[in-house]
């Protein structure tokens, strides 16, 4: 079993910044990606960025130059640095680790979080 844990979301001001954290512990060899996808009001859940473990990075066209993810020291840790919130990034920020339980062939571990409320006012 994967155990993931988002935090660090709460209200800020348009215009304002915020940084969510994501932890996964548990049954874990490898994590090859860690993404972060939000749920805006009225919409379906999207991905907005990614972290794999080659190094390379994705994001939304809506949060391109505004969001950064990263990954922390601590293993299985990633970040989205938030910046210039808009009122349009309100939702529930949800955390998705995807990987490898053990040393095998096919990846075996997709976990989420429960999510952590983002509201932007303003």
């Known amino acids: 079993q994967v155990r993931v844990v988002e935090s660090g979301g709460g209200s800020v001001q348009a215009g304002g910044s915020l940084t969510l954290s994501c932890v996964a512990s548990?049954?874990?060899?490898?994590?090859?990606?860690m993404r972060w996808h939000r749920q805006t009001p009225g919409n379906q859940r999207e991905m907005v960025a990614q972290?794999?473990?080659?190094?390379?990075?994705w994001y939304a066209d809506s949060v391109k130059e505004r969001f950064t993810i990263s990954r922390g020291d601590a293993k299985n840790t990633v970040y989205l640095q938030m910046s210039n919130l808009k009122p349009e990034d309100t939702g529930v920020y949800y955390c998705n680790a995807l990987g490898y339980s053990r040393p095998q062939a096919r990846p075996d571990v997709d976990s989420w979080g429960q999510g952590t409320q983002v509201t932007v006012s303003g």
């Open positions: 548990g049954s874990i060899y490898m994590l090859n990606a």
């Open positions: 972290s794999t473990s080659g190094g390379s990075f």
